[in-house]
């Protein structure tokens, strides 16, 4: 891989990298899967540049519930990194002043009732129509000045880029959380047969193709569903270390129901991948 070193953040390795494999990985892109089956770059994902995608081939979505602590500097950081040049969409759910904000910095706000994260990032996933689209939480949780570094997995081949947030040890996730997000990724593994690491991160990168292709069908468990079927259909994803940093505002996550729907949904979309193959 190409993509930028990432920096290391000031926290406690003590936890993380999760297996060998990531041990002997200074911190740059970690290939889980060379896809063969399906080629990448079809029908609304070709890209003419020769230099590759830039900024104006991306668009940054998210579901906003209530954000209005955070927004703000969300938006404000893709903008800074990205120069203005990306496209912001919103699906938003508030009844506080989060689509004003969004607004004000330019964003695309599409209003819908607050119906679960998987059903916001899904409606913004569709409304995206640049050939690379990353997803992030409205939290101020990820590291946008990371989007360079996703772009560039993009132009070297990946279809999936997902930030590993577990490779440094995510120090300021909820404790529960964080052993619920290894216990998901083990569990992914078995299933889908190859090593993943972050099945339950917030940040990735698409090509629009693979969204486009696949049918979508978890809500809670969007983002464990948006990495296992396109792995489990040959699509190349990549993992990438990403620092985490504390959460703005109130989660808008009930750990043991939200929990529940995403081991739920591993299952699921694990064995669906299974029966397709046959
Ligand atoms: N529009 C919309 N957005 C939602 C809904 N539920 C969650 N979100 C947004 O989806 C993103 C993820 O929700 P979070 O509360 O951060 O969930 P989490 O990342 O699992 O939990 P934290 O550890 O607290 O960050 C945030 O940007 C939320 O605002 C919803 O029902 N509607
Ligand atoms: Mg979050």
């Known amino acids: 891989m190409n993509a930028d070193v990432p920096v290391e953040p000031e926290t406690d390795r003590a936890s993380g990298p999760l297996d060998g494999d990531a041990s002997t990985d200074t911190g740059t892109a970690t290939e889980v ?8 770059g079809g029908e609304g994902g070709t890209n003419d540049d020769e230099n590759g995608y830039t900024f104006d081939d991306v668009s940054v979505v998210m579901g906003t519930y209530n954000e209005e602590a955070a927004v703000g500097h969300v938006l404000a950081d893709i903008d800074a990194v990205t120069d203005g040049r990306a496209e912001v969409v919103c699906v938003d759910g508030s009844d506080d002043r989060t689509p004003e904000i969004a607004r004000e910095h330019g964003a695309r706000v599409i209003e819908q009732e607050p119906r679960g994260y998987g059903v916001a990032v899904e409606a913004a996933l569709s409304a995206a129509d640049r050939p690379v689209v990353v997803t992030t939480d409205c939290d101020d949780t990820y590291p946008m000045e990371e989007l360079p570094a996703f772009l560039a997995a993009v132009n070297d081949g990946a279809d999936v880029v997902g930030g590993d947030r577990l490779y440094w040890g995510a120090a300021e996730m909820p404790a529960l959380n964080r052993l619920g997000n ?3 990724a083990t569990l992914a593994s078995v299933l889908a047969g190859e090593r993943v690491h972050d099945t339950t991160t917030g940040m990735r990168a ?3 193709e693979v969204i486009e292709t696949i ?17 489990m259909r040959g699509y190349e994803v990549v993992e990438r270390p990403i620092p985490y940093d504390e959460r ?4 808008k996550l009930d750990p043991f129901a939200g929990g529940a729907a ?11 991948e299974r029966l397709r193959r046959l």
Do not use: C, M, Q
């Not at 978890?218 to 990495?227: I, P, Q, R, V």
């Open 248 to 251: 703005r505002g109130e989660t």
């Open 33 to 40: 899967r060379t896809g063969t089956a399906e080629p990448s």
């Open 206 to 208: 698409y090509r629009r």
């Open 215 to 231: 049918e979508w069908t978890e809500n809670t468990g969007l983002s464990a569903e948006l990495l296992v079927r396109p792995l």
């Open 262 to 272: 995403i081991a739920k949904s591993i299952l699921t979309v694990t064995l669906e």
């Open 182 to 184: 290894r216990a998901f």
